[in-house]
């Protein structure tokens, strides 16, 4: 497929503002992906030319794209161009559940990707997929990347095995990735090691993402796992049983009273909470339902703009409240 940006648009050089305007609104409708659901060809021709759009219609970036195709059509027949398809990471020691990233990047048109399995990895959200353009062999070639997050679950040395694709029909491969994982510090009890279960806070994120003719709300999920000792865990669970039985006895005991199921509900909510604090209290542990909002890695998320699952908590005052009221029933 031709990369010439004029050629994806059906125009010559000269063309002008309102041609450009006039042939995106005509091809964006024709090939829009809600127009043609699971067309994976209509999506990357959609893609080429919202691509060619943005650039010509910008009369800087027009300016810059001229200058560098030559001032004359090119037509690349992507097969016969020096693609790849490489793994990068941005670190290769991590302690347990720590995040880090691995992307995947391969030019043309990658089919049937086959990530590796991850095993002793945590995956935290689904791949984010980028692209952008790059110049191989003096021609324009869109680059997708494919950005996973991982966390280690245990220590030790671990491998990412191979993953493939194939490019024009060509096999491709990446290499063996080797990860060094070490202890983590238990982050809700102290001197403690992180060799239980950890406590998974499950984020997401919003994102409008608008077009010529379309606006769509796309929710990214992100979980984040909070390192926890068996110790801590163990405790969690006792402190949990804890706030149940208060809440069943009380409830009980108002429904037997005349007061009703909803009053019991309410006082037993508060004091069956009120003795669970109590209890982390006297044996040094942290609550899991506040203090994990309070990780580092959960507070900078939220400085991104994520929020809690299932509520609107974001670390702000207000949020704060609400989460405290709805965790006395959780």
Not at 13 to 35: V, W
Not at 133 to 158: C, S
Not at 176 to 182: G, N, R, S
């Amino acid at each position: 497929m031709t990369t010439d940006f004029y050629h994806i648009l059906g125009l010559d050089r000269s063309a002008s503002a309102d041609a450009i305007k006039q042939a995106y609104r005509r091809l964006a409708q024709q090939y829009h992906p809600d127009k043609n659901p699971h067309n994976k060809n209509a999506e990357e021709k959609f893609l080429h030319i919202q691509q060619a759009y943005h650039t010509l219609i910008d009369a800087e970036k027009r300016r810059v794209y001229d200058a560098q195709s030559g001032g004359g059509f090119y037509f690349v027949a992507p097969e016969n161009l020096h693609h790849y398809f490489h793994v990068t990471c941005n670190t290769r020691s991590v302690k347990v559940n720590q995040e880090f990233e691995v992307t995947y990047s391969y030019t043309g048109e990658g089919r049937y990707f086959v990530r590796p399995t991850f095993n002793n990895f945590f995956v935290s959200s689904k791949p984010i997929v980028t692209s952008r353009f790059v110049n191989i062999d003096g021609m324009q070639v869109k680059e997708t990347n494919l950005i996973y997050t991982l966390a280690p679950l245990h220590k030790g040395d671990f491998i990412i095995n191979k993953a493939k694709i194939r490019l024009h029909q060509k096999p491709y491969e990446t290499p063996e990735l080797a990860i060094h994982v070490t202890d983590n510090e238990c982050y809700f009890l102290k001197d403690k090691a992180a060799d239980g279960k950890p406590c998974i806070l499950q984020l997401n994120y919003e994102e409008v993402v608008t077009g010529q003719f379309f606006k769509t709300l796309r929710i990214q999920r992100h979980d984040v796992l909070i390192p926890r000792s068996k110790n801590a865990q163990w405790f969690h669970g006792l402190g949990t049983a804890v706030k149940y039985t208060f809440m069943i006895w009380i409830i009980i005991l108002s429904m037997k009273a005349g007061y009703g199921f909803l009053m019991g509900l309410l006082g037993g909510g508060l004091i069956g909470s009120a003795n669970c604090q109590l209890f982390y209290w006297l044996v040094g542990v942290k609550s899991k339902f506040y203090f994990a909002t309070q990780h580092p890695a959960v507070r900078e998320y939220f400085e991104q703009g994520y929020y809690l699952k299932n509520t609107f908590y974001n670390g702000s005052s207000f949020s704060k409240t609400i989460y405290f009221i709805e965790s006395i029933f959780k």
